[in-house]
């Protein structure tokens, strides 16, 4: 099965799903799905620069609760009224969040950029911490008259998927994409031959925080409730472990990471609070295996 | 010198105490194969990557083509015509060598970041990606992996990448290492092709190479110029023969 087929076929799954759950009484497994997909979406946008740049941000979850508390405060203050307004704000805020942060980060490399995105993801939790107008360390609930309806919500977490998809796929195969992906294997050379490879990277990573904050936004409006815990720093390794098992540098990987973590999720957690452990066993597997992680198995060995 | 395509004034750089430039001065006349030889340690390789930008100088001034690029950053030099070979081959060994070169010529042509269009190269510069590995020998290997290359395919692809951005000027670090031979000869009559149309720094080690291709050599010692001339000049300076040669 060629990645390109895995990534429709779960693409027409989802499309259908979501809505017969609604329709047909099991919303739960709608708002399941709905999560699924966010998760998703902030899985493609790490995986532009864990995957593709490969670089180990572990700073990612700020970024979706920078988009988050963007659209929560919005939404609260009625800034706008309008979703797709406080939508656009968030995914911006992603943005500029990851560019400032991109702008000291990327002129480190190995542990030391590691370390920094990890610093930095710290401090927009602290940060939200202190927002004690927005409820500081219990996070704030969103009031259910600024929530779209269950099956608006499912559309937008599924177009939002769609098109990171389709935006992450354009740019992979385009040149500046192939210049991220060699510049990962040799930045010497690839700055030798005249990119500005900092500055390459730094786009990307803005693009990542563009998408974070998206997801981040209707992560919020989804749960009807934010929290610093959004942003703490185990939720960003997480993400980086869930695009690892996928399969980094993979257009499906960030969507069969984000269906294997909320699969265990949903069937383990029933069982017991300690399901992560089997993650850790997928990704201690994945990591063994090697870098195609769940995409590879799916779509057979590259080459 | 008025038709200097590169001169270097003044130039210092140290790492802790050592001065791997300690006031080095270098001309380099446009369309010249200029050589520079020295000791180990001489600072050779310093001083190539202070022409190209890698390494930031404390002191002096480099120009090219009659603009001060002492500041320069790297990717503007290679836009304006500068280019470097390693003495270690750097390539991107999971991609094939049409691919490798891909990357140069899209930084050349400008397209390196077009980032919503498909990868794949134009005609033209297809033609410009085979035309480079004719140039060094390597059209039958143009969609081999490069981890595949064998050691001296290795430097004539270093030279294909260096060429890919179109340089007038071409800085090579010891393009002849753990060449044998018939491939050193091989890499003579390469580099001798490229004369003329290309003004070149060639750093290394090997003298037959280096007295084959030069129009004039640099001798650098401790970070200083010994002394620039001819080969015939250097081979009857006594100074260089103590230094580099270690005659008495």
Redesign the interface.
């Known amino acids: 099965m060629s990645r390109i087929a895995i990534v429709a076929a779960l693409l027409g799954l989802l499309a259908v799903a979501g809505p017969l759950a609604i329709w047909g009484g099991q919303p739960y497994l709608a708002f399941v799905l709905t999560r699924l997909m966010l998760l998703a979406v902030a899985g493609v946008g790490l995986n532009l620069v864990l995957g593709y740049c490969g670089l180990a941000s572990f700073g990612h979850a700020a970024f979706i609760g920078v988009g988050a508390y963007v659209a929560a405060i919005a939404a609260t203050e009625a800034f706008t009224g309008s979703v797709w307004a406080d939508l656009a704000a968030a995914t911006a805020a992603g943005a500029i969040a990851a560019a400032m942060v991109g702008a000291i980060s990327l002129r480190t490399r190995g542990i030391a950029f590691i370390l920094i995105t990890l610093a930095f993801g710290q401090m927009a939790y602290y940060a939200a911490i202190s927002l004690e107008r927005y409820g500081g360390d219990d996070g704030m609930r969103i009031p259910a008259a600024a929530l779209p309806a269950d099956l608006t919500l499912y559309g937008l977490a599924f177009a939002l998927l769609a098109v990171a998809l389709f935006v992450s796929h354009?740019?992979v195969?385009?040149?500046?994409?192939?210049?991220l992906q060699?510049a990962a294997?040799?930045e010497?050379?690839?700055?030798?031959?005249?990119?500005?490879v900092g500055r390459?990277r730094l786009a990307a990573y803005a693009v990542s925080g563009a998408l974070c904050g998206a997801a981040g936004a209707l992560q919020a409006v989804h749960d009807g409730y934010v929290s610093p815990g959004l942003m703490a720093w185990p939720r960003s390794a997480e993400l980086v472990a869930m695009v690892l098992v996928g399969g980094a540098a993979t257009t499906s990987g960030p969507l069969l990471g984000a269906l294997a973590f909320t699969a265990l999720d949903e069937v383990l957690s029933g069982w017991t609070d300690h399901w992560r452990i089997a993650f850790g066993v997928l990704l201690v597997a994945a990591a063994l295996i090697g870098r195609g992680g769940l995409a590879a198995f799916v779509a057979g060995r590259r080459e | 010198m008025s038709d200097s395509i590169l001169s270097v004034t003044g130039l210092v750089k140290r790492f802790g105490g050592v001065a791997a430039s300690a006031g080095v001065d270098l001309a380099v006349a446009s369309g010249e194969l200029h050589a520079i030889i020295g000791p180990n340690g001489s600072g050779k390789t310093t001083l190539l990557s202070q022409i190209f930008g890698e390494v930031r100088p404390d002191a002096g001034a480099i120009t090219f083509a009659g603009r001060n690029i002492t500041g320069t950053p790297i990717h503007t030099r290679v836009l304006m015509g500068i280019s470097r070979s390693y003495q270690i081959t750097s390539n991107f060994p999971y991609a094939t060598l049409r691919a490798n070169l891909a990357f140069g010529l899209q930084s050349h042509a400008r397209v390196a970041h077009r980032f919503w269009r498909r990868a794949s190269l134009s005609d033209a510069m297809q033609a410009e990606a085979d035309a480079i590995l004719k140039q060094v020998g390597l059209s039958h290997r143009a969609d081999t992996l490069v981890n595949d290359l064998a050691h001296g395919e290795h430097r004539q692809l270093e030279l294909a990448l260096a060429l890919s951005t179109h340089p007038r000027l071409l800085l090579l670090d010891e393009p002849f290492a753990g060449l044998g031979a018939a491939e050193g000869k091989a890499m003579v009559r390469l580099i001798a092709s490229l004369k003329g149309t290309h003004s070149i720094i060639l750093v290394e080690h090997d003298m037959d190479a280096v007295f084959a291709l030069a129009d004039r050599i640099t001798v650098l010692a401790e970070g200083r110029v010994l002394a620039t001339g001819s080969g015939d000049d250097l081979r009857t300076s006594a100074a260089v023969r103590a230094a580099y040669l270690g005659e008495p």
Do not use: C, E, K, V
């Open positions: 354009q740019i195969h385009s040149p500046y994409g192939t210049i060699g294997a040799n010497r050379r690839m700055t030798a031959l005249g990119i500005p390459y």
